[in-house]
Structure formats: C-alpha cells, structure tokens
C-alpha cells in the first residue's frame, strides 16, 4: 500500500528552500507532494519550477485558495512570517513556518489563536529536536542515564558584523540575524530552547539580563558601496538568562552575537553529565561522564567487588588502583539511536503530515514555538523591569521519536505513528 501522500504549497524559495527544504520535500519524504511555489522574486520560483517541476503561482493570495493544497509551508524571512501565515490560515490552510513564528510574542500569541479559531494545524520550526542526536539524548535522559536531571547549561555565540563587501546589498545577501524579528536569539537560540523544551517540558519562571549591545554600526568594508555610513540593528544581540522549569530543573541560556564563538550544551544530573551536541545539526557527537562509564577489561576479568565500600580493602596495589579507577567518573561517547542524522530540514513538516493522516498531535505543535517565543520576550522583560517574569504559556513536551535501525530511506517509518 502506497503512502498517503500531503499536498504541500511553499511560499518563499530563498537561500534554506533551494539549500534545502525543496530537495528534501521533494526527494526525501514520501508522505509530502509539493504541487507549487510562490515568491515575489519570480527568479526564484522559476529555478524551482524548472528544477523540480511544480506549479508556479502569481500571489499569496492564489497558492492559499488553491483547493488542492493542504499545508502552507511558509519559508519566508522573519518579518513576512505573520502575513504569510495569517493568510494561509485565513483560508482554512495548516500552517509549517521556519523559525520562529512571529518576530514578536504578541503576534505569536495572534497567530496560535487564529489556529485554534481556524482550526487548523500550525507547526514551527526548528525541528532539528526531531534529529538523531537530540532524539537519542532525551531517550538516555529519560532513561536515567544521567541520575535525575538538576541543571542544564546552552551557551552560543558568535560574531555577527558587517564585513561582507556584499552585506544586504541585494535579497540574497540579505542578512537576517542582524533585523528586526531576525536576531541571534531568535535565530540560533531557538534551537536550544527548542531541545531544553524537548528534554525537559515546559518553563516556569524566567530572569535575565543582556538586550541589543551596539545598536547603532558601520559597514565597515572599503569596497561597500555603504562604506563607513551607519545603519540600525533592530533585534537583540545578546542574552543571558536563567530558567525554571516545571519539572524542578534549573537551566542558563545565553546567547550572543557579538562575541568570537563558542559553544557549550551539558546536563548535569545526579549520577552524572552529558555533554550535547550542537541543537542546529541532526548529527553530533553527545557523551556520557559518570562512574563506571567505561571500566577497564581486567578489571571484568579478573575481580568481583563485593557491594559496599569495603570492596575496596585490598592488600593488592594493582587491585586497588583498578578498584579506585571503577569508582572514578570516566567519559564515553554514546551511539546515537535514531534516524535523521544527515540533513533533514523537513521533517518536521513530514511529521506533520503524519499527523493529519493518523489524527494525532504533530510535533512541533506551535505551543512549543509560541512557548519559545515568550521565553525570549521574558529574558527582555527582565531586563528591562529587574524582576523574573512568571510564564504565561504552557506547552506539552513533544512525544518522542521512537529508536529505530532503520535504513536512511525508511528513517520515515518512525514518523508513521
């Protein structure tokens, strides 16, 4: 029996629909069907017509009444993301949006409501928590890997400036991270809200401090044709934030763009701590330290402690020095369990797509995207008033991804639930 394929309409055919999305929406996923395309730059459409043979629409407004279509998959930048989807929704259309949904929490908390008015399915990206790493890191966790969860620690930065001699000088050098609605904590800091969410449920309480650090620039390379005028940057650049989730688990984030980079992602729990990999790749190495992590082959062999601290009496050097590096933490990398450890920028919409055609809840339902939002707007809210900012939003944990050995073309059966 065939797979019961989506109709899929995108709009916005920039950088991460032809980088990406198309090819895997096209190639990679047997439940999407792409009818067609719409983008004001009609360059791009055509690229996508021609490439992938789909339907070329004149506005907005035609690809979201077209009958046939089910789903709006809104690739658009930040700031056109709440047109897009109103209107989709407006015609009775589910709704997949990049990340994150609206630039602000209140027009994320407009466009939730008109889902539910609608009713209609919204989802949003990042959907990288549905990746292998992130998958296999919330089954370890829940699996007690680590003891009891008690804190966990995201930090990104990066520097973000106008060096480029091409730095928004034209559509496809259009610099979102560093515009209104665009900025890093939107932009990479929503892939680690995304996983602590997806590991650890829903935020309580929030405090922070940090906002838009250099607001007014320069371009600063000789050979822009802007060279040494200034220009505004609308966003915030760096955050740094405590949280309080519901679950009794203490968490920072901080996120910064202007700063030389580093990355930092850990869980620290009673019996010991897991490192994680970078939440923007369905790939990465995570590791376990914890005692008895990795125990040594002689030791196995040769000896059988006794429970108890007196096992480690012995009138034996050798023995005690193999008995003490047993009790010692010890780091080992672990396998990862799940699919989706290549490029998988889709999956997302495919899980949705599931969803719709086995009556369940899709996941990366939009209370995880509108809770991410106001974990943003509360981090500004602290800062600007000094108190913590109590949550308004709930959001339920995602359902997991069960492990699988599937081959790479039939990682999607794991979505078929």
């Not at 797979?3 to 990406?20: F, M, P």
């Not at 609608?118 to 680590?146: C, H, M, N």
């Not at 000789?222 to 966003?235: C, M």
């Amino acid at each position: 029996m065939a797979v019961k394929k989506v109709k899929v309409g995108v709009v916005g055919c920039g950088g991460i629909c032809k980088g990406t999305y198309m090819e895997n929406m096209v190639n990679k996923f047997a439940v999407i069907d792409v009818v067609g395309c719409f983008d004001l730059i009609e360059s791009r459409m055509d690229y996508m017509v021609k490439k992938y043979g789909i339907k070329k629409y004149s506005s907005l407004e035609e690809i979201c009444s077209d009958p046939e279509i089910q789903i709006i998959c809104n690739l658009t930048f930040p700031e056109s993301h709440v047109l897009v989807s109103k209107t989709a929704m407006e015609h009775g259309k589910h709704v997949y949006c990049e990340k994150m949904m609206a630039p602000t929490f209140e027009d994320a908390t407009m466009l939730a409501n008109l889902a539910e008015e609608k009713g209609v399915l919204y989802t949003t990206a990042p959907d990288t928590f549905l990746g292998a790493w992130e998958q296999s890191a919330r089954k370890y966790l829940d699996d007690g890997i680590v003891g009891k969860p008690v804190t966990v620690h995201a930090q990104y930065s990066r520097r973000y400036e106008p060096e480029s001699p091409f730095f928004d000088t034209a559509p496809k050098h259009y610099f979102f991270p560093l515009h209104y609605g665009g900025g890093f904590p939107f932009d990479l800091g929503g892939y680690y809200i995304h996983q602590m969410i997806n590991m650890f449920g829903t935020i309580k309480r929030v405090t922070g401090f940090g906002g838009n650090m250099r607001p007014v620039r320069t371009f600063t390379n000789p050979k822009h044709p802007k060279y040494g005028e200034e220009f505004i940057v609308d966003t915030p650049t760096t955050l740094l934030a405590a949280l309080e989730f519901e679950n009794g688990v203490l968490g920072t984030f901080n996120i910064s763009s202007d700063c030389s980079g580093s990355q930092a992602f850990t869980v620290n729990g009673t019996d010991g701590t897991m490192k994680l990999g970078d939440p923007n790749m369905f790939s990465d190495t995570i590791s376990v330290t914890r005692a008895g992590a990795k125990p040594k082959n002689e030791f196995l062999s040769g000896l059988t402690p006794t429970s108890g601290p007196s096992f480690l009496k012995s009138d034996d050097d050798d023995d005690r020095q193999m008995l003490a590096e047993f009790t010692m933490e010890q780091t080992v990398e672990l396998p990862l369990l799940h699919g989706f450890y290549e490029s998988s920028r889709g999956v997302g919409l495919a899980d949705m797509c599931y969803a719709i055609i086995n009556g369940r809840r899709p996941r990366c339902h939009y209370d995880i995207g509108l809770h991410a939002i106001e974990v943003i707007h509360a981090i500004q809210e602290s800062c600007k008033t000094g108190k913590i900012y109590e949550m308004t939003t709930k959001c339920e944990r995602p359902a997991p991804i069960a492990a699988s050995a599937f081959s790479a073309t039939g990682w999607e059966r794991s979505l078929d639930d």
